[in-house]
């Protein structure tokens, strides 16, 4: 069971590239999940942007902290099932943190959540014990699950691989932007890697244009950031399951240039 995992789709140069990308690969998957929560320009999703993902083979499309930042989300997040937010937020806010998602041959089922972080975050509550709770719920249904862990610190994404490790198939941290060399397998056979990467433009601060990162820097003040433009890469990882057990067989991490 093959899962194409794309990092972070940063605004137009992002969603060029992942759209290319899976023209010409998409069929190598029984699954592909991607990370969008900057995919309109680097702030939130779109409702098109979400319809063109899923139009061009995406199974289920995770976000992070930046999930409310287009306020047009709160149009479709809830009759969107593909679409998931951070699972740890208080129970009646918009969305799901948890979904379902058939193959592209409808013969199996992956089971996808999203987690955020709670160290140099907003506050979330504890990811841990939700990560717990949800286990079971999924289980029930698919022992294929992955989560896509959207958290700052390395110590706390390293935690949670241990904490899933022998649970469930992979954890894929996103959120920092830069691919981590540290792609394996755990013990117990959960694949991990602690960032997946970016899929933007590298010529940048984490996707944003180098003289608007600067600007901030050097001045302290609140500056406006825009998308950059140059030296476009798409950032992830593939991972194989087994299929009786939904344990990782392999994880590749990989850098596309366009
Ligand atoms: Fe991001
Ligand atoms: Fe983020």
Wanted: proline share 5%.
């Amino acid at each position: 069971m093959k899962i194409l995992f794309i990092g972070d789709i940063v605004g137009n140069p992002g969603r060029v590239a992942t759209t290319q990308f899976l023209d010409e690969h998409q069929h190598k998957y029984d699954f592909i999940v991607v990370n969008g929560e900057n995919a309109a320009g680097g702030r939130g999703l779109t409702f098109d942007i979400v319809d063109q993902l899923l139009a061009s083979g995406v199974s289920a499309i995770t976000t992070g902290n930046h999930v409310w930042d287009n306020k047009d989300i709160f149009r479709f997040i809830d009759t969107t099932p593909q679409l998931i937010r951070p699972a740890n937020y208080p129970t009646d806010v918009a969305g799901r943190g948890v979904t379902i998602v058939a193959s592209t041959d409808g013969q199996t089922q992956l089971g996808v959540i999203n987690l955020a972080g709670q160290i140099f975050m907003s506050p979330y509550t504890n990811p841990f014990h939700a990560l717990n709770s949800i286990i079971p719920e999924v289980k029930a249904v698919t022992p294929y699950i992955l989560l896509d862990f959207h958290a700052e610190a390395t110590s706390e994404k390293i935690a949670m691989g241990w904490h899933a490790d022998g649970r469930i198939g992979a954890v894929i941290g996103t959120h920092t932007h830069v691919q981590t060399a540290d792609a394996r397998v755990l013990p117990q056979g959960t694949a991990y890697i602690t960032d997946a990467g970016m899929t933007g433009p590298y010529d940048s601060v984490i996707g944003t244009r180098t003289d608007d990162a600067l600007e901030r820097f050097l001045t302290m003040m609140p500056t406006r950031f825009t998308v950059a433009k140059r030296n476009v890469k798409l950032c992830g990882a593939e991972i194989e399951l087994d299929e009786q057990t939904g344990l990782a067989v392999s994880i590749m991490p990989f850098q596309h240039q366009y």
